[in-house]
């Protein structure tokens, strides 16, 4: 298993279908890729389709944006909650902002998958919301075609005159597996409930009865809905309110775990590390905004 630092690791046999929004990201893996201004429009710095034989391993503590990640063919995994989860065709992941992000191709193993990177300006709703599925069934294949053909298009013309339609399928499919329709209404209103009172001791039976549901059920729905365990959902919600209150400048720890739920401080931290990659302290030292210099080490541009 990987270790859970800064890491960028990819083997010589890793091939790249990229496109970023800006020629300053020169980055070795990006620097050669195509430009496309348009991508700003939609808050992406950059997308592409990935062939990855192992060694391949990306650890990201402090991207600022959302990351959208379907597998195509092979195998990868992708940390969840601070769980790895085997990535396998036909599925996506969409990673929140301000989480720790990692993924790797297992030894022995190729994974081929399609991303979009996502930079939200500041007080702009991220594309991964508290209720949009972390992991989901997705058929990818479109999704690549796109990204592929908005691809050649950049590298015939510095304003390729396909690109604004390319993206908006493009975007459009990321943003149909973010708020998909077919989502469970009681699903959805338990969980906005869930948020304003945070500070609750939830158990499945309450979380069950909030959606009018048996508790088997309710626990199949947020698992098919979301990708999560009820438990792993609400441990999400606490762990997001959390950051941001620290980000918001609130100092004391303890205040911070009873808001969100938590009774033992050191609970509250380890699963706070766990999630997001850093201690809360850590994390209230190192926040930043987006008209702030990067943490050292980490690209003008984001992961």
């Known amino acids: 298993m990987i270790e859970l630092t800064e890491t960028d690791i990819r083997g010589p046999d890793c091939q790249t279908w990229a496109i970023r929004c800006d020629a300053m990201d020169r980055r070795d893996w990006l620097h050669h890729q195509p430009v496309c201004e348009l991508l700003s429009r ?3 710095l950059h997308l592409g389709v990935a062939q990855m034989p192992a060694p391949f391993q990306i650890v990201r503590t402090h991207l600022g944006g959302s990351y959208f990640l379907a597998s195509l063919e092979g195998e990868g995994k992708v940390l969840v909650d ?22 790797f191709t297992p030894s022995g193993k190729a994974w081929r998958f399609a991303w979009v990177r996502y930079q939200e300006a500041p007080g702009q709703k991220p594309i991964a919301r508290a209720n949009s599925p972390v992991l989901a069934g997705f058929e990818a294949a479109p ?5 592929l053909g908005l691809y050649h298009e950049c590298r015939l013309s510095s304003a390729p005159p396909m690109a604004e339609q390319w993206l908006r399928i493009i ?8 708020s998909p329709t077919d989502h469970d209404p009681r699903m959805w209103k338990t969980w906005e409930k869930v948020a304003q009172r945070l500070d609750h001791p939830w158990s499945i039976s309450d979380l069950a009865k909030e959606a009018c549901l048996s508790e088997k059920q309710f626990q199949r729905l947020c698992k098919k809905d979301l990708g999560r365990s009820p438990q792993q959902q609400l441990m999400w919600l606490r762990i997001r309110r959390a950051a941001e209150m620290l980000a ?9 775990a009873l808001a969100v739920g938590y009774h033992n401080p050191f609970v509250f931290s380890s699963t706070f590390k766990r999630m997001i990659g850093w201690s809360p302290s850590e ?5 930043i905004d987006s008209s702030q210099q990067p943490f050292p080490g980490e690209p003008i541009s984001g992961g």
């Open 42 to 44: 939609y808050h992406i």
């Open 82 to 103: 601070g769980k790895w989860t085997v990535s396998f065709p036909g599925q996506a992941f969409l990673l929140p902002p301000k989480t720790l992000h990692a993924f």
């Open 248 to 256: 918001a400048g609130e100092k004391k720890i303890q205040s911070i």
């Open 283 to 287: 994390y209230s030292r190192r926040r």
């Open 171 to 178: 975007h459009g499919y990321v943003q149909r597996f973010a």
């Open 143 to 147: 999704l690549e075609m796109a990204i």
